[in-house]
C-alpha cells in the first residue's frame, strides 16, 4: 500500500491557491486548512509592498519553526513565493539605495526559502516600475538578476520570472533574452495565461518555445489589450475574459507539462470569498478536463 507520501505526488497536475484569494485576516493555521478542505495541493505565500508581509522575512526562529509546524499538521505544501516587493524596490532603479533595498530583500528572501522549504521565488518581470524605463534601468535590471540567480543557485532555491502585465516581460520570448544572459539551470520562467493572453501572444507558440524552462503557471482571466483600452490584467472572473483556457490546457497536455499551476485570484472582503474560490476551481478544473489534462 502507497503511504500518504507517496500519495501526495500520484496526482497528474499540482493545483494551488494564492494566499491572497484567502481572507487576508487568516491566520497561517487557518489558511493552509482553508486551503486543505477546498482540495488545493499547496498554497503560494506573497511577499509584496506590503510591510506586513515583507516583515515575515525578519521572523526569528520561533515564528518560522510555527509556520513550518502549521504545514506539516494542515498537510499543505507551500513550495513557492510571489516576490513582488520588488516592484517598490527595483533593481533597474537609478537610485542606488533603491537598488540596495533590492538586493537586501532577495537575500532575506532567499534565507526565508531555506528555513521554510520553498524552493521556487517568483520575480517579477519589471526593470523599473514607479520610473520611467531606458536602457540603464534595463542593465542594471539584468545585473541585478545575475546576482540574485547566482545566490540562489548557492541556496538550491529556483528563480522564475513572471510574465507580466507590462510590456517590458509580456512574452516567453521576451524572458528567453535573459535566458540567454543568465544561463543557469536556477534561472526560470513562470507565465501567467492571462498576461500572455492580454498581450495577444500565441499561446501554442510561446509555450513550446518555453516549455523546457517552465517551473510553474499561473491562472487567470483578463481582459485585452487594445488599441483603445488598457487591458484588465486582474479581478476578471474567469470565462468572462479572453484567455481560451481550453486550448492552453490541451497544448500543454500535448507538450507533456507535468509542473505546478497556480490560481491567482484575490479576495475582496466579502462574505463570499471562499465560495468564490470553491467555483473557480471547479471552472478551473473542468477546462483541464475539456483540454486533456486529468485531475
Keep these: ?15 494551488g491557491i494564492y494566499e491572497k484569494a484567502l481572507p487576508a485576516g487568516m491566520g497561517w493555521s487557518e ?4 486551503a486543505r478542505e477546498l482540495e488545493f495541493d499547496f498554497v503560494e505565500i506573497s511577499i509584496d509592498e506590503q510591510p506586513e508581509r515583507q516583515a515575515r522575512l525578519d521572523w526569528n526562529r520561533q515564528q518560522r519553526n510555527d509556520f513550518n509546524c502549521a504545514k506539516m499538521n494542515s498537510g499543505i505544501r507551500v513550495p513557492s513565493m510571489c516576490l513582488s516587493a520588488h516592484r517598490s524596490a527595483p533593481f533597474g532603479s537609478r537610485d542606488a539605495a533603491t537598488r540596495e533595498r533590492a538586493h537586501v530583500l532577495m537575500e532575506k528572501a532567499l534565507d526565508f526559502a531555506v528555513d521554510l522549504g520553498i524552493r521556487n521565488i517568483q520575480l517579477a518581470g519589471y ?21 540574485s540567480v547566482e545566490r540562489a543557485a548557492q541556496a538550491q532555491v529556483m528563480l522564475s520570472v513572471e510574465i507580466m502585465d507590462t510590456t517590458f516581460i509580456n512574452s516567453i520570448s521576451k524572458w528567453l533574452e535573459y535566458d540567454e544572459l543568465i544561463q543557469s539551470p536556477w534561472f526560470t520562467v513562470y507565465p501567467d495565461l492571462g498576461n500572455l493572453s492580454a498581450w495577444g501572444n500565441n499561446m501554442a507558440t510561446e509555450l513550446t518555445k518555453g516549455i523546457d524552462k517552465i517551473t510553474a503557471i499561473h491562472l487567470k482571466d483578463t481582459v485585452p489589450v487594445t488599441p483603445d483600452s488598457p487591458g484588465k490584467f486582474r479581478d476578471v472572473p474567469f470565462g468572462d475574459g479572453c484567455v481560451d483556457f481550453v486550448h492552453a490546457f490541451e497544448v500543454l497536455s500535448a507538450l507533456n507539462y507535468r509542473g505546478p499551476y497556480l490560481l491567482e485570484m484575490w479576495a475582496q472582503g466579502r462574505d463570499d470569498d471562499i465560495d468564490r474560490v470553491r467555483n473557480a476551481k471547479a471552472w478551473i478544473e473542468d477546462k483541464m478536463h475539456e483540454g486533456g489534462i486529468g485531475l
Design 31 to 34: 489558511r493552509l486548512d482553508t
Design 1 to 15: 500500500m502507497q503511504s500518504n507520501e507517496s500519495q501526495r505526488y500520484s496526482s497528474p497536475i499540482s493545483l
Design 127 to 147: 526593470d523599473v516600475y514607479y520610473e520611467p524605463a531606458d536602457r540603464g534601468t534595463r542593465q542594471r535590471f539584468i545585473d541585478g538578476l545575475q546576482w
